[in-house]
């Protein structure tokens, strides 16, 4: 079992910054990719950034690639998600995820965080 717990969200005037922390624990995670997800009012969940623990490897969706930054910290078991330049299309409900095997897409994540609310102001 995997716990996930996200912090760090709120509300941010467009143009303006956030980072989001996903504190892990119940398990190691040398083999884990840890995902961030969004879900906006009324759309999908969607994939926003994804980093392999154990390489480092990160990937991004076209939308926030050179605005967002995920990263981790072993020692702590923490995943963070870097937000700059935020706009108003950023505005969701952000999940932390952890999977055995990674991927794009929710169905390939075990495990979620209960969420945290991003709302950029224009």
């Known amino acids: 079992q995997v716990q996930l717990v996200e912090s760090g969200g709120g509300l941010v005037q467009a143009g303006g910054s956030l980072r989001l922390s996903c504190a892990a624990s119940g398990r190691t995670f040398s083999s884990i990719t840890m995902g961030w997800f969004r879900q906006a009012p009324g759309k999908e969940r969607e994939f926003v950034a994804r980093?392999?623990?154990?390489?480092?490897?990160?990937y991004y969706a076209d939308s926030v690639k050179g605005r967002f930054t995920i990263s981790g910290d072993n020692a702590k078991n923490t995943v963070y998600l870097q937000m700059n330049s935020l706009k108003p299309e950023d505005t969701a409900v952000y999940y932390c995820?952890?999977?055995?095997?990674?991927?794009?897409?929710?169905?390939?994540?075990?495990?979620w965080g209960q969420g945290t609310q991003v709302t950029v102001s224009s």
């Open positions: 995820a952890a999977s055995s095997s990674g991927g794009y897409y929710t169905q390939e994540y075990d495990y």
């Open positions: 980093i392999s623990w154990r390489r480092g490897s990160t």
